[in-house]
């Protein structure tokens, strides 16, 4: 396999060019059971990992070849902090980097260690990933190796959020009867409270996963998501029910996105399409702005 993909849209990112520095075979030190790799033993240890220059030389042609790149995303085929040249390979990036950023996705396994937080530091998009808020369901859900805690991972976050200047988001997959419970999220909400990431995003199963596990609707991420409380949350989902919010007056419409800001992904998921209506009037009428939080648009209102 190659240690380039792409470039292909993401829907928040743009036009993205990953980097897989485990293109042998799958190597991550979690097993999570809706991971989209095939199962696989948790491992902190990828086997023949590229070298730098190997890589630096992949993105470079790329990059002639792709100019319309907007974002490089160092990725694996499973944990990229797990390849052994990480820091070495942020600096060699950042020098040819021209305009593009560059973003790292991470199940944040490793986000306590000081070395590993000095290099993401140097990255202008951190992405990493929260599902669960008591040490059960991690265990359960993602599966990690037994030298893994959870409390140290939220603390990792916590002193990463404090030192890290780019733009943080964390990511929480909700699987269907493992971490889809208000408690679960009351208590994720306290500590995303203490992290202070510029975006969260509540997503869940939408490929096929490695175990034989299922996605939740839309509503109820909706609904999980409304437990963490005030924070900029975006709901990341191609598995849409039904419309949850239908035949909302203006005065309705007001109350909510005074209450809780929506994304414009969100607002065009979740209500139908009368509500939309009014919302687009009320946007032209300027009771409604549109204000970017962690580089998505939110809609709000100022009641
Ligand atoms: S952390 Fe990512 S790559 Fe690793 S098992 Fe979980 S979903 Fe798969």
């Known amino acids: ?28 030190n ?67 980097k021209q305009d593009k950023k560059l973003l790292i996705l991470s199940n944040a396994s490793r986000i306590h260690e000081p070395q590993i937080q000095t290099s993401l530091a140097k990255l ?8 669960c808020a008591t040490p059960r369901c991690f265990k359960r859900l993602d599966r990690p190796l037994k030298s893994i805690s959870l409390d140290k991972i939220i603390k990792g976050m916590e002193r990463f959020s404090r030192l890290y200047g780019g733009l943080l988001v964390v990511e929480i997959l909700v699987v269907k009867g493992i971490n889809d ?34 996605p939740v609707s839309y509503e109820r991420l909706f609904e999980l998501s409304s437990e963490l409380g005030p924070l900029p949350i975006s709901i990341v989902s191609r598995n849409f029910g039904q419309k949850y919010f239908t035949n909302l007056s203006e005065r309705e419409i007001l109350d909510l996105l005074a209450h809780r800001p929506l994304s414009q992904e969100d607002i065009a998921c ?23 939080v962690g580089g998505v648009d939110f809609i709000e209102s100022d009641l």
């Open 124 to 131: 202008d998009i951190v992405k990493l990933s929260l599902d």
């Open 181 to 214: 419970t208000k408690e679960e999220f009351a208590k994720l909400g306290e500590i995303l409270r203490h992290i202070r990431p510029d975006r969260i995003d509540v997503g869940t199963i939408d490929r096929p996963p490695a175990y034989k596990v299922e």
């Open 270 to 292: 979740l209500f139908d399409e009368q509500s939309q209506a009014i919302i687009h009037q009320l946007e032209q009428e300027k009771k409604l702005k549109k204000i970017k």
């Open 30 to 96: 979690f097993d999570c059971l809706y991971c989209e790799l095939e199962p696989a033993k948790p491992t902190d240890r990828i086997p023949h990992p590229p070298l730098v220059q190997e890589v630096i030389t992949k993105v470079q042609e790329a990059l002639r070849k792709f100019p319309q790149t907007q974002v490089i995303t160092i990725t694996a085929n499973g944990e990229p902090t797990l390849y052994p040249y990480l820091d070495e390979l942020i600096d060699a990036l950042n020098k040819i």
């Open 1 to 28: 396999m190659s240690v380039i993909f792409g470039p292909v849209p993401s829907r928040r990112f743009g036009l993205s060019l990953g980097i897989d520095l485990s293109p042998e075979s799958k190597a991550c």
